[in-house]
């Protein structure tokens, strides 16, 4: 947990300015991503969570705050470096299955062309196609064109197409979005067996709560900001089951800011004040009411 994070975001706002009116998507988010680990990243709709990918795949630019991704400053990045971290250090897939292939070349060609971006040459670019295609569970597909391919199958390729370069990191937006239950099972398994078996860096925007619960990292979003995060842990019992732990944790910031989860605020009536007290080993938070009771007693 100490090595430097592959992708630190800090203090990250981005203001959307329309004709009369100015949107805060993010205001002032945190998050750190360790190399190798599998995140997913969810929140109501509008809370922030395609504004953050947008700047993390260097589509998009922040109004303020820090932005790193290895040894790229996204916030100070020329357009070549751009263009050079788009092409080599990350991959991306969208929820449209329609924007991540161009739909006259064959699943195969697709996977070659970001390598043929970068300057493969073409057996080498045949080979790692065939071989990603391949891990993927589609060797047998190779030929065929986007149309000609399930939304799932596509949504593989897909996949593929991201790795083609061997980026560090793989961003996914809604990338299951499009799917039905049992074929977004099957996209989000090949997700997982890419960040065990190449140790790619995965980050996933989601909605479903049954992709988020099978990663090891669960990060929310809300109004902007990371407000909580759910890390889970498997270990096996008595019975030699494999049982899965989530712990749920709240974000704080570097003001010391976080944010109570609802249904703790609605079960101990907690509004606007509350009491803090510092004890050896943990912070204790009582409402304000409880605290006139104790009358200082303590
Ligand atoms: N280009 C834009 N111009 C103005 N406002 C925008 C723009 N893009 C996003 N917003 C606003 O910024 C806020 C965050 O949007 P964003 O798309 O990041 O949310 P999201 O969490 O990805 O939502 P969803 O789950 O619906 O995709 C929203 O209020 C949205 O209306």
Same mark, same amino acid.
Request: aromatic share 4%; with cysteine.
């Given at each position: 947990?100490?090595?430097?994070?592959?992708?630190?975001?800090?203090n990250?706002?981005r203001?959307?300015?329309?004709?009369?009116?100015?949107?805060?998507?993010?205001?002032g988010?945190d998050?750190?991503v360790a190399?190798?680990?599998?995140?997913?990243i969810v929140?109501?709709?509008?809370?922030?969570?395609?504004t953050?990918?947008?700047i993390?795949?260097? +589509?998009? %630019?922040?109004?303020?705050?820090?932005a790193?991704? #290895?040894?790229?400053?996204?916030? &100070?990045?020329?357009a070549? !470096? =751009?263009?050079?971290?788009?092409?080599?250090?990350?991959?991306?897939?969208?929820?449209?299955?329609?924007?991540?292939?161009?739909?006259y +070349?064959? %699943?195969?060609?697709?996977?070659?062309?970001p390598? #043929?971006?970068?300057?493969?040459? &073409?057996?080498?670019?045949? !080979? =790692?196609a065939?071989?990603?295609?391949?891990?993927?569970?589609?060797?047998?597909?190779?030929g065929?064109?986007?149309?000609?391919?399930?939304?799932?199958?596509q949504?593989?390729?897909?996949?593929?197409?991201a790795l083609?370069?061997?980026?560090?990191?793989?961003?996914? !937006?809604?990338?299951?979005?499009?799917?039905?239950?049992?074929?977004?099972?099957?996209?989000?398994?090949a997700?997982?067996?890419?960040?065990?078996?190449?140790?790619?860096?995965?980050?996933?925007v989601?909605h479903?709560?049954?992709?988020?619960?099978?990663?090891?990292?669960?990060?929310a979003?809300?109004?902007g900001?990371?407000?909580?995060?759910?890390?889970?842990?498997?270990?096996?019992?008595?019975?030699?089951e494999?049982?899965?732990?989530?712990?749920e944790?709240?974000v704080?910031?570097?003001?010391?800011?976080?944010?109570?989860p609802?249904?703790y605020?609605?079960?101990l009536?907690?509004?606007?004040?509350?009491?803090?007290?510092?004890e050896?080993?943990?912070?204790?938070?009582?409402?304000?009411d409880?605290?006139?009771?104790?009358?200082?007693?303590?």
């Amino acid at each position: 947990a100490t090595a430097e994070p592959l992708i630190a975001c800090e203090n990250l706002v981005r203001i959307y300015q329309t004709a009369d009116v100015e949107v805060q998507a993010l205001q002032g988010l945190d998050l750190h991503v360790a190399a190798g680990t599998m995140v997913a990243i969810v929140g109501a709709s509008g809370s922030g969570k395609s504004t953050l990918l947008g700047i993390l795949s260097g +589509l998009d %630019a922040p109004t303020a705050g820090a932005a790193r991704v #290895g040894s790229w400053d996204l916030v &100070s990045m020329s357009a070549s !470096d =751009r263009l050079a971290y788009r092409r080599s250090s990350v991959g991306f897939v969208w929820q449209q299955t329609a924007r991540n292939l161009v739909p006259y +070349l064959s %699943a195969q060609r697709n996977v070659e062309l970001p390598m #043929g971006l970068n300057g493969a040459r &073409s057996r080498v670019r045949a !080979d =790692r196609a065939r071989d990603l295609l391949a891990s993927l569970g589609l060797a047998d597909k190779a030929g065929r064109r986007p149309g000609e391919l399930s939304g799932g199958e596509q949504q593989r390729v897909a996949i593929g197409v991201a790795l083609a370069n061997e980026p560090a990191v793989v961003f996914a !937006d809604e990338p299951t979005g499009e799917l039905d239950t049992a074929t977004g099972d099957e996209v989000f398994a090949a997700f997982r067996r890419v960040n065990a078996e190449r140790g790619t860096t995965v980050v996933i925007v989601t909605h479903d709560a049954a992709v988020s619960d099978q990663v090891q990292r669960t990060v929310a979003i809300r109004d902007g900001r990371t407000s909580s995060e759910v890390l889970r842990s498997t270990s096996v019992d008595e019975f030699g089951e494999a049982q899965v732990t989530a712990r749920e944790f709240a974000v704080l910031d570097r003001a010391g800011r976080l944010q109570l989860p609802a249904g703790y605020r609605q079960a101990l009536g907690l509004e606007k004040r509350v009491r803090l007290e510092l004890e050896s080993d943990h912070v204790g938070v009582w409402p304000e009411d409880d605290g006139a009771q104790a009358g200082g007693e303590r």
